[in-house]
């Protein structure tokens, strides 16, 4: 029979602080509620100060600042840095000072939770790299975080394989979800032979003799984690994930008969952990509070029958507040940390004292809240096109042109503060007038494009009316966005913010320039791909999601570079290769000081050929099958030289491992 060592658990008085002075106590991770941001102050529009929890705030010289540790730099400089270095954009700009000040924000919320409350049981936070699996992010959060012993969660065996390896406190959790087969809890057990922490979770009650087989099989005494499905669930998008109806889980019939189990086998103490999970990105504090009672209520039921785990893993879901409104909304919050460790401590301590039992080792598993923050995307605006903008010049029109075209035409000097309801009606029933002639034959193309050119201006024209008004009446009120320029940016949605895309997640968007500029003009943004959905039509804002963006005035070929935010969770991971378009090149930043800054390191871009190579092709084989087109064309007299022949071998080839971003 295998004796079973409980998990060794450290002492919560051995938790070692970090040294104040590394840490930015002056942004909190929720602002303070009476400091106000007038609307003109720098970056007041796209609401900088609501979501981006300290880390950003825009300098008098408009120029959007990171700061973190005491130090800040401007965005824009970084990335100036890195051009004259060669490196391309799109490029993703990751700071890991961020990823250690969360780690350390979350765990002082804790520790001063059980201080108030206390709480006897201790706290251990674990990251589960399926959030971001990056090299940067999971061996910063590795290192940073042995300080208070935070564990690693992996949820397959390319990850165990990633997790084992990392350089943790030999007390941190190595947490083992998902579903297994015998090779991933071989793994895990050779883990425990290493003196790691390392726990199995039981998903369904069939891994347990799984488990109990292997484990005999090694002679490696197995640490046990049981996660009980709650009733509770969460709330906002992924609220699914939890409650009666979650993917993972056992009943409290299972739970019961895991236990008996183990009892039988005399490996009783193999029970360490009670796990259970509300959801992710829960919005709402009450689901919260819910949950974690009765989670609590079932740990103290197995500890009142003497089946106690030491560690009581109530999961992720500490949400992030993407769009900055403080609400119970799916891309923000209703609570901060500080709130989030008070239910969860509070919540354990109180049913345990009325069970009378012991408090246990409190475990989350917040990915999301560790990781959103520390990564932007940079991408420059390539184009700018919209229904006010003039970018060519119309032909003329015919002698005998229909005098629709003047009519409408003529209505733009009729536009004033008394005027413009009627001339508004008068120009619409004209444009559908004149889409009529035109599919009837009546109207020609260059009619046509004089008259809808003659109908945006019209609109522009009562907008500038409608915005020195107190009140604008619908539909007035939309027109900013009716007539809203669309940017075409250098990125792919599909690679860069698949939530979005897949989920309609908005990310905040801020020009990293021109911010003590008030942004005259509104827009969408366009990807580079080809794909309609390559677009973004939901902007956080000041102070709610508004389907444009404020932007500057952008001269043809003016440089205006666009940060997408609280990118450092899930995007990275989830991203796809719509249009081939690969992962972007990424540069990692450690600020050093007052506008002083390390590039620690650089990571090209994916190239091109790689991409390609995931989908099962061969480079040998296409430059093969480019030169058997070549011989063909040259077979059938196409008129291709040798000279022009040997240009585009030079240029495929050259594109096989280029950028697959425009350069």
């Known amino acids: 029979m295998l004796a079973c060592p409980a998990v060794p658990g450290p002492a919560h008085a051995d938790v070692v602080t970090p040294d104040p002075s590394t840490l930015d106590a002056s942004t909190p991770d929720v602002p303070t509620p009476d400091v106000a941001v007038s609307d003109d102050a720098p970056g007041a ?50 700071f890991p000072q961020i990823l250690e000040d969360r780690l350390a924000r979350v765990n002082d919320a804790f520790d001063t ?17 399926k959030v971001n699996q990056r090299r940067v992010v999971v061996e910063t959060l590795a290192g940073a975080g042995a300080r208070w012993r935070t564990g690693l969660e992996a949820g397959s065996k390319a990850e165990l394989a990633l997790v084992l390896v990392q350089d943790t406190h030999p007390d941190a959790l190595i947490q083992c979800n998902g579903f297994k087969d ?103 504090v009450h689901a919260v ?50 709130e989030y460790a008070e239910a969860l401590v509070a919540g354990v301590a109180e049913v345990c004292d009325e069970a009378g039992v012991a408090h246990p080792m409190l475990v989350t598993e917040s990915g999301r809240a560790l990781t959103a923050h520390h990564a932007v995307v940079v991408a420059p605006v390539v184009d700018v096109i919209g229904p006010t903008r003039d970018p060519v010049d119309l032909p003329p029109l015919p002698a005998d042109a229909h005098p629709l075209v003047a009519d409408m035409e003529a209505l733009l000097d009729d536009v004033g503060p008394d005027t413009y309801r009627r001339v508004y009606n008068e120009a619409v029933s004209t444009k559908a007038t004149m889409h009529q002639l035109f599919d009837l034959g009546y ?23 409608v915005a020195d008004l107190d009140y604008a009446p ?133 190239k091109a050929r790689r991409v390609i190579e995931n989908m099962g092709y061969e480079t040998d084989e296409l430059l093969a099958a480019l030169g058997a087109e070549i011989d063909e064309a040259t077979r059938l007299g196409a008129g291709m030289s040798d000279e022009a022949a040997s240009r585009l071998r030079a240029l495929y080839a050259a594109e096989l491992v280029g950028y697959t971003y425009l350069e």
């Not at 939770?113 to 790299?129: F, L, S, T």
């Not at 992924?238 to 993917?247: E, T």
């Not at 103290?300 to 609400?327: E, I, Q």
Request: charged content about 20%; overall charge negative; glycine content about 10%.
């Open 45 to 94: 529009p796209y609401g900088v100060d609501a979501w981006s929890a300290g880390y950003l705030r825009a300098g008098e010289d408009g120029a959007l600042r990171v700061r973190v540790a005491g130090a800040e730099v401007a965005i824009a400089d970084v990335v100036d840095r890195l051009e004259a270095d060669g490196r391309p954009l799109p490029t993703i700009l990751r």
């Open 474 to 606: 619908e539909p007035f009120d939309e027109l900013p966005n009716r007539l809203a320029d669309t940017l075409v940016v250098n990125f792919s949605l599909f690679q860069t913010l698949p939530d979005h895309w897949a989920l309609g997640a908005p990310f905040p968007v801020v020009p990293l320039t021109r911010l003590h500029e008030p942004p005259t003009r509104r827009a969408t943004l366009a990807d580079i791909s080809c794909d309609s959905d390559g677009r973004i039509q939901a902007f956080v804002g000041r102070h709610d999601v508004a389907p444009t963006l404020p932007v500057h005035d952008v001269a043809p070929g003016e440089r205006y570079l666009l940060g997408f935010f609280l990118v450092g969770a899930y995007q990275d991971v989830l991203a796809n290769a719509h249009n081939l378009f690969g992962r972007m090149a990424e540069a990692h930043v450690r600020l050093t000081g007052p506008d002083a800054f390390e590039v620690e390191r650089t990571v090209p871009g994916q």
């Open 113 to 129: 939770a059980m201080a108030a409350a206390g709480y006897r049981g201790g706290y251990q936070g674990v990251y589960p790299i």
């Open 182 to 284: 015998d090779d991933f809890v071989r793994l895990a057990l050779w883990g425990r032979a290493l003196g790691k922490s390392v726990v199995l979770t039981l998903e369904k009650v069939g891994e347990l003799e799984r488990i109990l087989r292997v484990a005999e099989e090694m002679g490696i005494p197995p640490a046990i984690g049981v996660r009980f499905k709650l009733h509770a669930a969460g709330s906002g998008t992924w609220a699914s994930s939890g409650g009666d109806d979650a993917k993972f889980g056992l009943t409290a019939g299972e739970v019961a008969a895991v236990v008996a189990r183990l009892e039988a086998a005399g490996m009783a103490d193999a029970l360490v952990m009670l796990h259970t999970h509300v959801g992710s990105q829960v919005p709402d």
């Open 443 to 465: 109207l020609g193309l260059a009619e046509r494009a004089h008259a809808e050119r003659a109908h945006a201006r019209i609109l522009a024209a009562i907008a500038d009316v």
């Open 289 to 338: 509070r819910v949950a974690v009672r009765e989670a609590a209520q079932v740990y103290a039921h197995l500890a009142r029958g003497g089946a106690a785990p030491r560690y009581l893993n109530v999961g992720g879901g500490l949400a992030v507040d993407y769009d900055g409104s403080k609400t119970a909304t799916p891309a923000s919050a209703n609570y901060g940390l500080s």
